[in-house]
């Protein structure tokens, strides 16, 4: 059993997103691969914009629930929120709904009262480095929109990656450690976990008890400098604060479970990232 | 002893100061060409090169030597100079060594903008060296400052001489994203366990693979040694073939 904590569904405005016109019929080229497309594996649910498929890859990877991540972005595309409540509506066993929230816009805290307490979803979705004006994880305009969603015991998934924003200051891990002081009920699950400052992203887990690293295709990818440092963590401190995700469509998902199966974690740990420790922290266990 | 000191094997034709010496060293060690870089700093104890010396040296071996001109950020001279030794001699790019400008700079000091306004708009290539030594913390080897510059001029190639070390990590993860950055970690990575190392040889296997070159950094080690234990570094075959000749190479327009 497998929780995926970072799709993007082939489903509705999701095709809209940069993220699906980015790798949609994506074929690797005889040279010069760049970082994310380093051997990967060709998606057809993806290419195909199938839901049946991705349904189907869900079974074949052994993945039982996904955390469906909204996203609002005037540099990247938006997703509905409703579309993500009917998808869930219609799949309730396999999909968490985490809502996209544009921190900037006027009616963001009014959306995340809305999609966490009218259509029950578990989370906001957050990229900081791609708003109208990028900001750093920590900015305090978006103090209204993380408060709101904390007073709803909400998650708040926030990306951090050298691509999320205009230089990789934006991907220090300082500012989630200041967010998580905030914020020091409301839990933070870092997105690409602010890689390559992997050293300071496992110190800041350590300092701040609800901060949680999803680090996808930069724990997945062979040969990604620094991702050792995630697996020696993950097999000692960081064993309860690491969750399995694929990023989809970044990586599909078979490809992306096959690598954390047989990336070097215990098979205890192995147990609470791909699955344990994320049914925990949704409030999925009974 | 500094890190890049570590089992420095004598190097004769540094010794002797003997220029043929090192010619046939290069040929020893099946060097085919090297890159000749200029330095001009203002820093105490760092030296500079006269360019027209760059120039004559590259011609007393024709075919195997690229000359590359230093200049100053803070000499008001420079985009001049840049201008004669491209236009007049040939010089295939230009280097700077922020750090080691006094006062320091770092790379994305708006001093040295007229010197890269003028290397883009001739087309070659700009080397900034950046590493713990250059600079007075290590701050000033950050290779964010070298993001942002990739980024205001994104069709001139840079090369980050030394890597960045030991932001490895960083260094990457900006080439990662900058089409237009490449790196010559050169004692960095060819000194035996140096920290950092690996992550970087893991980049080469993948991402970086077309974006890592190979430099010795001479005089600080012979040509030899650095390419012997460059070797060693657990780099896939291709990926060794590439930083080590291929990727140079098409960077040159050889």
Redesign the interface.
Known sequence: MILDFHVRPPYASFLQLDVFKRWQGHKQGP?????L???RQPVPSSDLSSMDLFLKEMDGAGITGCVVAGRKSPMQGSVSNDDIAALVQAHPQRFIPFAGIDPLAPDAEAEVERTLSDLAFKGICIDPGWCSTPMYADDTRMDPVFAACAAHKGIALVTSS??HG????Y?DPNAIARLARKFPHMPIVVAHAS?????MAVAVCQIAKNVYLAPDCYFA??????ANQYLFAANSFLKYRMLFSSSYPVRGLKQSADAWNNSGLRSDVLERVLFQNAEELLGLKI | MPPTGFRRRPVPSVEQGDIDLMMREMDEAHVDMAVIMGRESCGTGIGSVPNDEVYELVNRYPGRLLPFAGVDPYNPQAPKEIERCVKEMGFRGVSIDPGWCEPPLYPDDACITPIYETVNALGVIMVINCSSMLGPDLTYSNPIAIQRVAQRYPNMKIVISHGSWPHFDMAVAVAAVCPNVYIAPDCYLYVENMPMGDELVRAANTFLKHKLLFSTSYPIRGFKQAIETWSMRHFEPEALTLSLRDNAAQLLGL
């Open positions: 040279s010069h691969p760049s970082l497309e380093t051997d050298p691509f205009p230089d990789l200051s991907a890689w390559p400052f992997v050293d990818i062979r040969d990604m400098p620094m």
